[in-house]
């Protein structure tokens, strides 16, 4: 365009802004088209950018964008929705809009500073308030005027957008893109265009499914931009043109563009934004009637059964296209798996999604169908038939179910429903098929999650324990090779969730920490050995410090088991044959450097001194605990291990006295040893908060068990390590003689420990 041509613009903006004085005064039919024929001229002509001439800045700067604005508003009166007589004029005034703003923030900032995306959404607006409660499953009528203003609108929307965050913010203010899907979704509803018509194919047909098609594909566009996110054949197949097969192209990847922008929009917003997880739980839909159901049943409802779309088969697409499509589809089911998860992980949701309506039916529709999901996938397995029930089979379904039961497993009496009747999936979840070498990653990581979230209520609830002893659950996982070196480059995670069932257990029950100690098949290692191997070859702090605690549990719970008097009873037996297992330098040094590593979390620091103290009480364990004191550690813990539910004190804050010569770790001392890791605790006396004065006094009661079955230089050096800090300590506390609570159980230790010592002549 020259720069003439463009003096001929500038005369058409005064023309259109006379009309609009004009208009106001009268409202007559052939002011309104002088409006329709000016407009179109001035946005055909804002379709390009002229290289010599910047018209659309010059044009911006005129009262063009005001105009535009108030004859849209004019073009309306006191309707929502624009008369058959009025659809040319606003459908060319809107057209001006998108092109004025296309790739232009100056002109997109005139437009927001007179309101015209404003506008254009109350036009949309008004579209939307015309849809039916509920929405019908066919098309929203409208003519083929009114479909180009729609789409128009959402053209405008999108242009003066995208890429500029002033429109974007308004539009989000205004919940645009509610409006939008909500719109869209009832113009063009997915495979709508496949159901029969009563007319014939013909060019209406034609011109009214590609602007339905259209306004679909700038909906999405729009909503990512706002974000930043039957088998019977349809007639116009028997004989397509060239035209048809177009269209027919058009619309099939129109229907895919819906599923796949719906899909990855849910799936975002279910992990980044709260409300809208709350939202998903709550939310009631109509997909096909007027009776509500859940929308979490319909995506439930798409995961299982949705499928491949027949039209994909149709000659006119190649393989690879196909093929795109298929791969394409799956990941959208996983996208939905993910917002599921995500869903159950939200622990407002919890009354939601656990139900406890019919006895039949312990924790609601949803959590009777995860749990069938887990239990046909076993079936199918077993029976070696993945086709004869619908969804049986599949590992993703398994994964959903195991991983969203696992989230939303926080009460014990949720744990006890899904291992008591009806559902008893102990069974299943100790099925052998969860647990092979070709069992997919993501589905070992699902059902042991699962596992660890209900082995940690086992001392809340006795049939926790007992049912997942009787399907050997411990001997199970020990026998997988999910602990073995060969896992260990992708199943970090899987090994630690594997940890934690054999930590809880082991804890709970005497049987389970038997079947982890002693191996029921003597060809392999017991899970024990493998998991004291997996701490020394791994580089994971979280499974070092929670495969130590493991040992702890175990070591817990057979000092503390009931003893029989009879010689011939076996679980004594097998007791006493798991207490000579566990009393090695290896079990020591684990425990000790739990303790050395430990600096910043006194849960981990107590839990190594009670598991010493108690090995402390053998005669074989005192010497091979005093040897470990002073063994060096790998490192310190940098980051939290997880913390169970029996857990209560809390992490560290702040510094501890250090012993001259330490190196420092964020304001805490860096132990060489156990022996300097205790040193810490008991000199915690200026910040108690640190160290509570329980683990201090546990200490203090360790170091008095040491010397029961201990002698010679090494106990000696112990001794004169700690006995000048519990000296300081004594005087510490007679100098305050109004202590906080715990002092008075401290002094007591103290007195006690110093008592021993100095009665107990050193070594020569």
Known sequence: MTSEGLIDLIPLERQLHQLTASIRIKDEDESWNKVASISQELANNLRSRDPLVDKHTILGKTELPQTLTSLLSLGLRDSHLPGDSRTAPILELLRVGANLCMDHDENRAALLEVGFPQSVMSLLEGYAETIP?????????????????????????????????????????????????????????????????????NEEYLEEWTLRSGISNWAWRT?????????????????????????????????????????????????????????????????????????????????????????????MFEDVERKNKEKAFDICKAALIKAIVEVFAEEKNEEILWTNDTIEQSGGPFVARLVQWIKRYVEAQEIKDTSSIAGSGRDDMAICASLSLGNLIRKAPYATALLSKPYSLAPVLASSHFFSTSTDIKLKHGILGLLKHLSQFSKLSSVIPISLAEVGIIDRISASGIWDEKSDAMADVIQLNAIGVAKHMCNASIEHTIALVLPSDPTRPSGLSQILALIKRSDSVSIR????????????????????????????????????????????????????????????????????????????????????????????????????????????????????????????????????????????????????????????????????????????????????????????????????????KLLKAVNLLIDSWTRKQPSV
Request: charged share 20%.
């Open 133 to 201: 409660t509920p929405p019908y499953s066919t098309p929203l009528p409208l003519s083929i005027p009114h479909l180009k203003i729609v789409r128009t609108s959402i053209g405008v929307l999108l242009n003066a957008s995208i890429g500029y965050d002033a429109v974007k913010f308004r539009l989000i203010s205004l919940e645009a893109a509610m409006t939008i899907i909500k719109l869209s979704s009832t113009i063009y509803p997915p495979t709508s265009w496949t159901l029969p018509h009563k007319d014939p194919i």
């Open 223 to 315: 909503v990512s931009a706002l974000k930043d996110v039957q088998d019977e054949k349809p007639s116009l197949l028997n004989d397509p043109t060239e035209e048809n097969q177009n269209l027919f192209d058009s619309l099939v990847q129109t229907d895919f563009d819906f599923m796949e922008e719906s899909c990855t929009i849910i799936e975002s917003l279910s992990l980044d934004v709260e409300d809208f997880r709350l939202e998903l739980a709550r939310a009631m839909c109509y997909p096909t009637s007027s009776k509500a159901i859940p929308c979490l049943t319909v995506i439930l409802d798409f995961i299982e059964y949705g499928t491949y779309s027949p039209l994909w088969a149709n000659p």
């Open 545 to 744: 410090s929670e495969g130590s605690r493991v040992l702890v549990n175990v070591v817990k719970s057979l000092w503390f088991a009931e003893r029989s008097s009879d010689p011939a009873d076996e679980k004594q037996k097998k007791r006493e044959q798991c207490v000579a297992n566990v009393l090695t330098q290896e079990c020591a040094n684990t425990l000790t450097a739990l303790i050395g590593r430990s600096n910043k979390y006194p849960i981990l620091v107590n839990e190594g001194i009670v598991a010493v103290s108690l090995l402390c009480t053998h005669r074989l364990g005192g010497p091979l605990v005093l040897n470990a004191l002073t063994v060096p550690v790998k490192n310190t813990l940098p980051a939290p291990p997880s913390i169970s539910v029996e857990d209560t004190l809390s992490p560290i804050n702040g510094a501890v006295p250090s012993p001259e010569g330490s190196s420092r770790d964020g304001g805490l001392p860096v132990p060489r040893h156990a022996l300097d890791m205790l040193v810490y605790v008991l000199r915690n006396i200026e910040n108690p908060v640190n160290f509570p004065y329980e683990v201090r006094v546990n200490t203090c009661t360790f170091f008095l068990q040491l010397q029961r079955h201990t002698a010679g230089p090494s106990l000696d050096h112990v001794r004169d390590t700690v006995l000048p800090v519990i000296q300081d300590i004594k005087q510490e506390i007679s100098d305050y003689p109004e202590g906080v609570d715990g002092e008075e």
